[in-house]
């Protein structure tokens, strides 16, 4: 299927590796131009090479305001008006409820909520003027249902999904579309990692840690970045012109609630 996106201009936040570089490959093997994002230089320059000659780097702290500006003006400079947004954050540390203190929850909302309100604040005018947008946000089942051990995900990522779903409806007239994604377990190095430490074993490789903590999911597997990213790109097309507003839970069958 042709998603109709050759020559658009998208951005990935957080994209060198992981879920985010899945879904900057799925957009550059349509034809779009991808600009991908990190702190760190030197995977930056790796993973950029992997995508071809549609694809650019710009090495940003999306956390710190300024740097966030700069990815911006720096992006506009390379390709003109951004019209493609994927949204991506790391996730705040784990612990007990009453082990975080404010100071922990006034960061994990500047974390998790304000560097995408503020890159989609900053791309939606473009889209506008183009005539076209599209943002994907990419958020975590945890949005959905309890994660035990994790309150300031649990608490803040929500939040993003309504202020996201409200500013769908406000422009979706105008040919953009906002939409989460909520991925489940995905084949990542964090969650490779998370894995071994899991299970807390010296005696196993994390292929072998990734074999034996899968074994609970319903698909006895973990998707693919590919995966991920074919469902991105999917939504940025314009096949997807009437779907907005959503948030689409994409974890092999682990969510078992009907709503």
Sequence with gaps: MDLDIAGENALIMSSTRGLGFGCAKMLASEGAHVIINGRNKERGLEAVSKLGGNAFFIPADISIASERERLFKEAEGLLGDISILVTNVEGPPPGPFMSKTLEEWQAAFELLMLPALD???????????????????ISSTSSKEIHPGYPLSNGIKPGLLGALGTLAREV????????????GPFDTDLMRRSALKALDRKDISEEEAVKIYSQNDPMKRWG????????????????????????????????????
């Design 224 to 259: 693919t970045i590919e995966e991920f990213g074919a469902l991105c790109a999917f939504l940025c097309s314009r096949h997807a012109g009437y779907i907005t507003g959503q948030s689409i839970v994409i974890d092999g069958g682990q969510v078992s609630s009907l709503f």
């Design 119 to 137: 890159m989609v604040c900053k791309c939606l005018p473009g889209m506008i003027d183009h005539g076209f947008g599209r943002i994907v946000n």
């Design 172 to 183: 979706s007239s105008q040919g953009v579309t906002i939409n989460s994604l909520l991925p």
